[in-house]
């Protein structure tokens, strides 16, 4: 489900604007060459089946909804998702399909629950991430109705796979609606230079906006409290997506939900050495690794307890550690041994390493280097995972065991899933990443072209809409967006002190994926559970006065 930086090239052949290793991801399979474009049947508008979970009925709905790559375009595209008779669109529209306007027809699972009034009843936006991936990891691993069982930190055995109820499932408290992104699902590009219309930062937020608009009409949610949830670069939708609801569509919006954030694209642990000068990124993610390096065991003497330990370093990183990073060529020789000894005491590499590296290690070093002596790579998006190593004699881990651990399970149960008992997809390939060949991914937001970050995005959006929460979700073994990174980026958001009380922080000890780890996933539910019935309650009495 996540983009690994040290294969982004044969994850993303995306971007020459951006360094490959910038990119975090919700991407865990290599897409398959650009297709031929030989043309799928359309699939069906939509089906409805029902079902039951936890002592709720439910019905799920299947679909696709068609969104425009502009306002003005999207305006003029009718529930059906063709031009409306007598519109600009229509009297200008080309021939040739392949000419026509570009549009995204993207795909969805949507649960309501029965016979709830949709003004009493909340809904929740869930979406992964990549750039790139569909949001089969979320519907099927965190709080759908349904839960892929892969607990452990060890690959998971060949199919068959093993699909149960959700326990954990949200459904008790909200209605939920698992949304692909453009070009992936069983959703399409179609028109002319589609990728271009929909791919990229601004493009991609702007169609999740007016799918989020179409659905709150098809399905008359627009009274509802509505709640967005986006995981790792989902996070970085999620920024922006709030600023458009917000103050583009009139759609205020109750809470923003983030797992495994990224804003700043300049903090990636991945890419850290190809921008000298800029020491942040180690600082930032050596609560990760010392995490990491307590959990398999190198830390000497073991701390007995996590957080405390964590707690120690988080100290330790922005203190003594920036200090000696920020002395540069200035730091001596005996410093520079003394800080690489404590680096030792707290991340398990060896001291002549450290120094060797100049106490910067990037991710891929520290998941290489750590279980080294025992021919194993650490995980990225969760390093409690290990495998063998590619090449031992590699600098950097050469793959994600992670990723590879769990990717197979997922995807099979939900094609499985999808066409048994949600009868949908017959005839259709479900993909689980955008199939991009040559095709970029546009990382210019807001005519910036330097460097990608959204934390103006999320800032903006709280200032205009003062009662708008936010949730920070984060595991303590994850190395794509390390969960010190995430709590610097949002104590770091342009917004008056008098906001930062609508932020709320909630750490597991899980990775990237925090829902894989069943303790973990109870976890999720209950403090995603908590802050949605809490904060109706806040609106509630809101409005009371």
């Known amino acids: 489900m996540h983009l690994c930086a040290r294969v982004f090239a044969a994850l993303l052949a995306v971007s020459t604007l951006m360094p490959a290793a910038v990119v975090r991801a919700d991407d865990e399979e290599k897409p398959a060459a650009k297709s031929d474009k030989t043309p799928e049947k359309a699939p069906p508008t939509e089906v409805t089946t029902p079902g039951s979970v936890n002592g709720i009925a439910y019905n799920a709905v299947v679909g696709t909804l068609t969104v425009g790559a502009t306002d003005a375009q999207d305006a003029q595209l009718g529930a059906d998702g063709k031009p409306l008779p007598g519109s600009q669109l229509a009297n200008s529209e080309a021939k040739e399909p392949k000419d026509a306007s570009p549009t995204a027809r993207m795909s969805y699972v949507a649960y309501f629950k029965k016979e709830a009034k949709p003004e009493d009843r909340p809904i929740t ?169 307590w959990y398999h065991k190198k830390v000497s003497p073991q701390p007995p307890a996590l957080e405390p330990f964590l707690r120690e370093v988080e100290d330790f990183a922005t203190g003594p550690y920036a200090h000696a990073l920020a002395l540069g060529t200035d730091i001596t020789d005996e410093e520079k041994q003394a800080v690489a000894e404590k680096l030792h005491g707290y991340i398990g590499l060896p001291v002549a390493y450290l120094v060797k590296a100049n106490l910067r290690v990037n991710g891929g070093e520290f998941e290489k280097m750590l279980l080294d002596d025992q021919n194993l790579t650490t995980g990225r998006l969760d390093t409690r995972y290990s495998g063998p190593h590619m090449d031992p004699l590699s600098q950097a881990a050469d793959y994600d065991p992670q990723s590879s651990a769990i990717s197979s399970a997922y995807v099979s149960l939900f094609n499985d899933y999808v066409r048994k008992d949600l009868k949908y997809g017959e005839g259709q390939t479900f993909l689980p990443m955008a199939l991009f060949g040559s095709a970029q991914w546009d990382f210019v937001h807001k005519g910036n072209p330097i460097s990608l970050n959204v934390a103006g995005d999320l800032a903006e959006a709280m200032k205009t809409n003062p009662r708008l929460k936010v949730m920070v979700n984060g595991g303590y073994y994850d190395l794509a967006t390390p969960f010190f990174t995430a709590q610097y980026e949002e104590k770091h958001l342009p917004i008056p002190q008098s906001l930062a009380k609508n932020i709320e922080f909630d750490w597991y000890e899980a990775g990237h994926m925090v829902y894989v780890r069943d303790e973990s996933l109870k976890q999720l539910h209950d403090r995603v559970a908590a802050f949605i019935t809490r904060t109706q309650a806040e609106d509630k009495q809101a409005l009371a006065k």
């Open 125 to 293: 936006f869930f979406y992964n991430g990549g750039p790139g991936s569909s949001t089969v990891w979320l519907h099927m691993g965190s709080l759908g109705p349904k839960h892929v069982v892969t607990s452990g930190d060890q690959h998971v055995p060949a199919a068959p796979y093993r699909l149960v109820d959700n326990a954990n499932s949200l459904l008790d408290v909200s209605d939920l609606v698992f949304i692909d992104m453009p070009g992936t699902g069983f959703g399409r590009l179609m028109g002319k230079d589609a990728e271009k219309a929909f791919w990229g930062v601004d493009e991609d937020a702007n169609a999740f906006a007016r799918f989020i608009q179409r659905f709150v009409t098809k399905y008359n949610r627009w009274n509802s409290p509505k709640y967005i949830f986006g995981e790792s670069y989902g996070t970085t939708r999620s920024a922006v997506l709030a600023d458009i609801l917000e103050n583009n569509k009139s759609i205020d919006i109750n809470g923003v939900i983030l797992l495994s954030q990224i804003f700043n694209f300049t903090t990636d642990i991945d890419a850290a050495n190809s921008n000298p000068g800029v020491d942040l990124p180690y600082e930032l993610a050596l609560p990760t690794f010392a995490a990491t390096a």
